[in-house]
């Protein structure tokens, strides 16, 4: 597993001013108890080891006051480590929490703003599923990094303690070279960094593939997530042509696809397994037996013999930190990257959006009551232009039909709003908003009165103008259910959600409208009818549409063919 310094960089700088946020002075308090709370840990495990060795010295002497003296002891350590222990757990959570809370908002802020979460689908990147990389990603790569830098902290803590007591206690060994011998002083501190270098070497080198098979596996997760959630949201469609059996076998490629990642990253997984199962029980066996000799010919005590066996352990468990956490720390990165896939392409989309291209539409807000559109091309992904040379102005209370290529027509009304920047040219846009309505309006999970005021909140409008409004549109059976909770994207017929949405319309009172087919589930004669009540409550109001039903046409003053 390998790390670039472009990797670290890029973490820190989308992450890293969290710990310089409007909260720092809290996030720095935080930090520094998390850190004290470590060093007195530290301390407890230093005294455990000389209570051991206290422990075994009264066992070989045979003394009960001094066994007495170790239990009160060790009732002490016993209170002193549950207190630090709890308030180290509920720092470290807090902390995590914050700084998971505030990546969180700050990617959801730059991915839900301005149509950035539509227009980031459009380009080249490894941004898919945001869902799962802000949902998921973010708290694997937050918590991990914490947990992580907590526990490389503590190891190299424990190194600085305990290697002076395992220095001290491993005393003078003369190496025997045959015609002459030398000194050895500290021996058990060159052993332990010896061991911990040979375990920690092998680690890295059986752990480099599990980063790329954690990262896959993620990735088939994730699509396996957005597709069971896709086929959610469309399950009427679904049932209305029989399309189970196809979905099924959809499921089944992208679970099939979680398998082969699994079985690749079990097969590394395993590697790192038969490493750090024997490490674990070989360090526990090591230092006695390396100790063993200089207790039996009478150089040291049980105790010492328990004390240089217990401080060889932590000193080699913190110089095993990478091979302990391998696993952790790929799946860490896995994550990083993930997160860092879908911050990068909103940065991209950015610089492609605000920067002067000529091969960019400018949208420019003006003072005049005009929409303006000058010299106007738009040019699909794959670089092949579907609409170009468009010179148009609509003033207000104009009705205006689109007509031609409706797939060109509803990159027309894209562009409009923003949402298609690609081509060339300039649109003028008036001081007041566009309002843009789609095949299928937009209907959230909750009340269905907050799902007709929405954006706006369940307040913006009384009783009696939902009720009112309801009646104009023909659903006036809806007014008993409007404090009623429900998937509205399921419960409602197509009619009925195209109905609300031009009960959102006139409740809103744009000035600006834009309809792509907005009303294709009714038939000409209700679809003449809602436009004309539209034009009668929003009589100053200029009016796009495209619309497949000849009856429209005599409600429109002029249309624009697209070629």
Known sequence: MEFSNGFFIQFIRLAGPFWDSENKSTIRSLALALFMLTVI?????????????????????????????????????????????????????????????????????????????????????????????????????TESAIELCHSLMYCLLVIISFS??????????????????????????????????????????????????????????????????????????????????????????????????????????????????GYSVLSMAFPILVSAPRYILGNITLGALMQSAQAFQQTAGALSWPV??????????????????????????????????PHRIHLKKTERDVLGISNLCIIRLDGVVCLSAINEEIKPGEHVLVTGNAFTGSKLFKAIVGLWPWGEGTIELPKDFVFFMPPRPYLPTGSLRAAICYPSTQIAYSESELGDTLELVGLEELQEQLDREDNWATALSREQ??????????????????????????????????????????????????TNEPLAEAFHQRRILLQ
Not at 241 to 269: C, K, P, S, Y
Not at 501 to 518: D, N, S
């Open 164 to 277: 002076k007591i395992l220095w001290t206690l491993s005393g003078t060994v003369m190496l025997d070279l045959w015609f002459f011998e030398i000194p050895v002083y500290g021996h058990l501190v060159w052993l332990a960094i010896i061991y911990s270098a040979c375990a920690s070497s092998l680690g890295w080198w059986l752990g480099r593939p599990y980063t790329l098979a954690t990262d896959a596996r993620q990735t088939v997760e994730a699509n396996f997530r957005f597709g069971l959630v896709t086929a959610r949201e469309n399950s009427l469609a679904i049932a209305l042509v029989h399309g189970e059996a196809n979905e099924q076998t959809r499921f089944v490629a992208l679970f099939n696809d979680i398998v082969h990642a699994w079985q690749r990253q079990t097969h590394t997984w395993s590697h790192l397994f038969m490493l750090t199962s």
């Open 497 to 546: 959600q195209q109905r609300l949405g031009v009960v959102r319309l006139l409740l809103q009172q744009p000035k600006w409208i834009l309809l792509q087919e907005a009303m294709d589930s009714l038939d000409s004669s209700c679809e003449l009818k809602m436009l004309r009540l539209i034009a009668k409550k929003l009589p100053d109001a200029a009016i796009m549409t495209i």
């Open 324 to 357: 302990d956490n391998m696993a952790r720390v790929a799946e860490w990165r896995a994550s990083v990257e993930r997160v860092l896939g879908l911050a990068n392409g909103l940065d991209k989309l950015e610089q492609e959006i605000i920067r002067h291209d």
């Open 41 to 141: 840990q530290i301390g407890i495990a230093v005294i455990i080891t000389v209570w051991s060795a206290d422990l075994f010295n009264a066992l070989e002497q045979r003394s009960m006051s001094g066994l007495f003296m170790q239990i009160v002891a060790i009732v002490m350590i016993f209170l002193a480590n549950i207190a630090v222990t709890t308030a180290h757990f509920k720092v470290k959570r807090r902390l995590q929490l914050d700084w998971r809370s505030w990546l969180t908002q700050h990617l959801i802020s730059l991915w839900m703003t301005d149509g950035r979460h539509y227009l980031v689908t459009h380009i080249q990147g490894t941004h898919d599923n945001p869902d799962g990389r802000i949902a998921e990603d973010i708290r694997i790569a």
